[in-house]
């Protein structure tokens, strides 16, 4: 896993930031956006928090996958539709067409590398992002997309050193991916103990009102013991194709015993037009205002 870090002269916040990068990207995505403008690690470092910037095996600055080479990324039509919202009017914040001659796109797709498999992937994360802990200290954990199971991983592996998890719309039990162990595809800490994910009794609960499809424990549900008391709040744009499944992740949570999950819907706080990658998007800015205001109510006690 490759990190760098940046501190800023006047560091006011006591914890430092950790930035991890969804599932094809890398940490590019923090640093600028696809049109140029500051990205949420200068924004963050000019709050007064030192930043973390990580690049997850095979991606980015950290080139050996751990489970070998890369297929070609998804064309510029496939993440145009998903990611700049090309085929709905209502996706306003991407900062440019969408189509396949926008050159926020063409930035897009460059930094592109594929889906690594998830297991892999969280088997490592968990046991790197251990590591990282144990050298800066405790931080914050801010993720993204596919790489919101880092975040759980790296509270479960240790929970004394997170201060609080960022998730911006990240892979969850409703989601597209199967995810065995209901948050990640490898072990968690549950209580009562779990020796195999079937105990679990992960079921698929249906549409009702309001609330989309969703995967959950069977009751009696056994408590994330490592994150109940954890301050978590999980973020969604108002356009993305996530909202269902963050819907389901925040349910999941609470079902576990984790008190403190607010789920942040951008929409209801007079955010309107984002997408799965806001932190990317014309008002990346606005949008981290939302996440430092939620860090300073829920971390007064600890800055304290």
Known sequence: ??????????????????????????????????DGRPGWRTLLLQN????????????????VRPNG?????????????????????NHTQWPGSGQVDDPALAQLVASQSVMPDLAVDHDVMRKRGA??????????????????????????????????????????????????????????CYEPAVETPLELGLTDIPASGSHPPMRLQTEPARRLSHLVGLPIAVVTGEQSFAVPMDTGTVAYLRQAGCKRVDHLRLADLGIHGNGHLMMLEQNNDEVLTVVLAWLRDNLQDGAA
């Open 48 to 63: 007064g928090y030192a930043v973390y910037t990580v690049d997850r095996p095979g991606h980015g600055r950290s080139p």
């Open 131 to 188: 590591e990282l802990l144990d050298r800066i200290g405790s931080a914050i954990i801010m993720t993204n997309s596919a790489g919101g199971p880092a975040g759980w991983l790296m509270a479960d592996a240790r929970p004394e050193l997170v201060r609080s998890i960022v998730a911006l719309e990240p892979l969850g039990p409703s989601g597209p991916f199967p995810l065995p162990w209901g948050l990640t595809a490898v072990p968690l």
């Open 1 to 34: 896993m490759f990190v760098d870090f940046q501190i800023p002269e006047e560091q006011t916040q006591p914890f430092p930031v950790v930035l991890i990068h969804g599932g094809g990207g890398q940490g590019l995505d923090w640093m600028t956006t696809p």
């Open 69 to 89: 080479p890369s297929p070609l990324p998804a064309s510029a039509q496939a993440l145009g539709a998903m990611f700049a919202g090309v085929d709905n009017p």
